[in-house]
């Protein structure tokens, strides 16, 4: 029947139709007309159709020879899957998103395929059932389009496992990307991902292939703890020359006696010293070999480090019972 264009609904999100494949139609049916009308539903939406719809609109007619089908919702949007999955010129995420969603809907009408379709225990094959004849997602994708099995997974893989962000930079940069550069792709870490993307669509590589994950910055040791204020004061005293500090240095009768402020100077320095020297340990050169430290060696370690422990703990004890409260 013939339907008015302006009638005819496309639904938002459809991928748009490509001015070079309308041309060619605009050609072809200047010359031979219309072969194959295009197909709505009954509410006149597109189901297929759309660049012999646009060819239509650029030759000026007003109304277009339609197929009206009973199709309707998932069963519709499935039928302008299938239109658009066999169109050249699909990128490689474009394809893998549309195989993805092939098989949402395709599960979605035949719950009964989630688990392999006529792959079935041999319990369920032996009972009379509708499922016994239903084919997969998969084995019914590979047979519509004429390819591997393998394939169609590989593809389902690529879709599911492309970050959002990683597909935007491909599409929106117009970046040409192979499927198995793509399957690549999508098998990297989310951060990978975006690297990989972004340098492909800048030029610095040419494919997957040329791809080289930055090393994995090495971990740094950890920051000493903060001191807390310093509850201390020394003595300000100078000297006029080096020849007198030194003669102070080798003074014998000098008062070499600590007080309160004198010792903590002289513990808050070597705690110091004891972080600067222990983070050594945090180091790669040494952290390397952890993982072939044996049990027993380990509690080596454990029982030496406790010793520090404890001294530290009984000087502290010492320490608080001869304060004057």
């Known amino acids: 029947m013939l339907v008015p264009i302006s009638e005819i609904k ?19 049916i200047s010359k031979v007309g219309l072969l194959n009308p295009i197909t709505i539903d009954r509410e006149h939406t597109l189901i297929a159709g759309l660049h012999r719809l646009e060819a239509a609109k650029l030759l000026g007619w007003t109304e277009i020879e339609c197929n009206v089908s009973s199709l309707e919702g998932l069963l519709a949007e499935l ?30 009408l ?12 041999e319990k369920i094959r032996t009972s009379k059932c509708r499922s016994d004849s239903m084919k997969s997602f998969v084995q019914d994708t590979a047979e519509k389009l004429g390819v591997g ?6 593809q389902i893989q690529t879709a599911k496992n492309l970050t959002t962000e990683a597909k935007d930079i491909i599409r929106d940069t117009g970046t040409k990307i192979t499927k198995k550069d793509a399957l690549k792709l999508s098998r990297l870490e989310p951060e990978q991902q975006r690297d990989a993307a972004s340098q492909l669509a800048a030029g610095e590589i040419k494919s997957m292939g040329e791809y080289h994950p930055a090393p994995a910055e090495e971990p740094q040791p950890p920051e000493p703890p903060m001191p807390p204020s310093v509850p ?5 005293k100078h000297y006029a020359s080096i020849e007198e500090s030194v003669a102070d240095l080798k003074n014998p009768n000098k008062d070499c006696s600590y007080n309160p402020d004198t010792l903590l100077a002289d513990i808050d320095g070597f705690v110091d010293t004891f972080h600067k020297n222990f983070a050594w340990y945090n180091d790669p050169f040494c952290t390397v070999v952890f993982p072939d430290i044996s049990l027993v060696q ?14 530290i703990e009984d000087l502290l004890n010492l320490m608080e019972r001869n304060m004057n409260k």
């Open 10 to 28: 496309v639904n938002a999100g459809r991928r748009k139709a490509d001015p070079e494949g309308v041309q060619e139609l605009v050609d072809s």
């Open 79 to 108: 039928a302008e899957v299938d239109e658009n999955v066999v169109r050249k010129g699909l990128s490689a995420v474009e394809y893998s998103d549309l195989l993805l969603r092939r098989k949402e809907i395709y599960e979605a």
């Open 110 to 121: 035949h719950p009964e395929t989630k688990n392999g379709g006529d792959q079935k225990s």
């Open 149 to 154: 099995r393998r394939t169609v997974e590989r």
């Open 232 to 236: 201390y004061t020394l003595g300000d």
């Open 298 to 311: 380990f509690d080596f370690v454990r029982q030496r480090f406790t010793t520090i422990t404890s001294a």
